[in-house]
């Protein structure tokens, strides 16, 4: 029996309260159990240097935990003055994985930073907060259409990403903290909703696990993201149709 008393198969409760952010151009407070992100979508009208002039928008990302997110404080890097690895792996991952369903020449040139604050962390927060921005990119662009800032919302695919691992020799879906903690092995899948793999992050915690094992957390990544699809669209209609 899994903590949660869910099947292997299942995932955490998932909701979505967009708008959560009432001054950014889309935001979403995403839970997946108990893990919370809130995720904004800033719009900014020019780009980085090295795209200036080429007609190319950007699509980029932060990622931070709060001080209490997790079981004992852990110091702000801010007051650090230096963002960790971790850090600065994951909020890479999440510009990677929305960039793969943007067109970002339909973008022109503009920036959208995502913002991804981790607010109660139960496992998977990475995967929370690229399931999570995807919404807020979402209804950030559809703000722009409603603005008549750009003619058509530049999407040309969904993405959503779930962590999968092996925990005392079971496959199991969407790892909370106890079972992240004691897997033998675990990885976090990002994909898209027609099929493609955008990145999978696998590691073997205690001894190499076989191709056979990463097939079937595929196969539970994929059940688990057609879930998350299905949520991440009837978030967005719910929050408003483009007039």
């Known amino acids: 029996m899994r903590p949660s008393g869910r099947a292997a198969d299942s995932l955490r409760a998932v909701s979505f309260s967009t708008g959560f952010a009432r001054h950014a151009e889309g935001s979403v407070l995403i839970r997946m159990g108990q893990t919370e992100v809130l995720c904004t979508a800033s719009v900014e009208g020019r780009v980085p240097p090295f795209l200036r002039n080429q ?11 709060l001080p209490r997110a997790t079981h004992k404080r852990g110091e702000r890097e801010a007051a650090r003055g230096k963002q960790s690895g971790r850090t ?5 991952l999440i510009g990677r994985s929305l960039r793969a369903v943007v067109d ?36 950030a662009f559809r703000h722009l259409v409603a603005k008549r800032v750009i003619a058509a919302v530049p999407l040309i ?16 879906l969407d790892l909370d903290y106890a079972e992240d ?6 990885g976090n ?24 094992d990463c097939l079937t957390l595929m196969t539970l990544a994929k059940a688990g993201t057609r879930e998350l699809f299905v949520a991440q669209n009837i978030a967005i209609e719910a929050a408003g149709s483009i007039v």
Request: with cysteine.
């Open 104 to 139: 970002r020449k339909a973008m022109g040139e503009m920036t959208i930073t995502l913002d991804c604050d981790v607010l109660n962390a139960d496992g998977g927060t990475r995967c929370a907060a690229i399931t999570g921005a995807y919404v807020a990119l979402s209804l």
């Open 55 to 65: 007609g190319l928008g950007w699509v980029t990302a932060e990622y931070g935990m």
């Open 189 to 212: 899948f990002v994909l898209t909703a027609d099929g493609g793999i955008v990145e999978i992050q696998a590691t073997a915690e205690q001894k190499p696990f076989t191709e056979t």
């Open 181 to 186: 903690s004691a897997a033998e092995a675990d």
């Open 157 to 172: 695919g969904q993405v959503a990403a779930v962590s999968c691992g092996l925990v005392n020799g079971e496959a199991l």
């Open 88 to 92: 600065q792996e994951i909020q890479r």
